[in-house]
């Protein structure tokens, strides 16, 4: 999954982004409202994570310009705060969760699968599908009684694919959702990852389909 990150504070973004691209995740930073618009017209994102006080203005607002412009990206706003009435404004403006800094990163890791299984409809984190199941928390796949892990990046991609089963993705889309732009992506980077999840999903009843020149999708054979 990519993130947009919007924190002024050098250190603190460092910290996050280093966390979550642990995870497997594409994070870019802004550190600024007017840079973080700039990102979101460039790529596709599935989830921003937004400090509220920032020099060019208040993430509250340019969270209520998003909501008003019918974008409904998920949000978790952060900020020093701990009031209730704050909290209840930032959720009233269309915040999807909140976490009050300084937090424990394993709080806002899990904050963020929690609301980004709730903007895909799932009410846990385990996935079902044509003879595999596919468990996001403890990054697993499993084939019958056999328990096969899943390295960072090939969680992230599996996840893309199983949200849309049939769904072709192209691999321009599968890049801008699995890297930053501070990431170098080699040529091949899709077709490795893709690889490595085929034979990850052998003897189950899925297949990971190329359609050459167009991108792959996950089918049941």
């Given amino acids: 999954m990519r993130f947009l990150l919007v924190e002024d504070s050098d250190e603190l973004a460092k910290a996050v982004a280093m966390r979550l691209a642990l995870d497997g995740h594409g994070v870019d930073r802004a550190a600024t409202l007017s840079e973080a618009a700039e990102f979101l017209e460039s790529a596709p994102y599935d989830l921003i994570l937004l400090d509220i006080s920032l020099p060019d203005g208040d993430g509250r607002d340019f969270l209520a310009r998003e909501r008003m412009a019918r974008r409904d990206t998920p949000v978790i706003m952060m900020t020093a705060s701990a009031s209730v009435s704050d909290r209840i404004s930032t959720l009233d403006r269309g915040a999807d969760d909140y976490i009050t800094k ?13 609301v980004l299984r709730r903007h895909a409809g799932a009410a846990d984190s385990r996935r079902h599908f044509a003879g595999f199941t596919f468990d996001a ?10 328990v096969r892990e899943l390295r960072a990046r090939e969680l992230r991609l599996l996840e893309i694919l199983l949200s849309r089963p049939g769904q072709t993705y192209s691999k321009p889309h599968l890049i801008d959702r699995l890297f930053s732009f501070d990431e170098e992506v080699s040529d091949n980077a899709i077709e490795v990852y893709i690889g490595r999840l085929r034979r990850k999903l052998e003897g189950s009843g899925a297949r990971l389909e190329t359609l050459r020149g167009v991108g792959y999708r996950l089918i049941p054979e």
Avoid: I, M, S, Y
């Fill in 102 to 114: 300084p937090f424990d990163f394993a709080e806002l890791q899990a904050r963020c699968r929690a």
């Fill in 137 to 146: 928390l403890a990054a697993t796949l499993t084939v019958g009684d056999e």
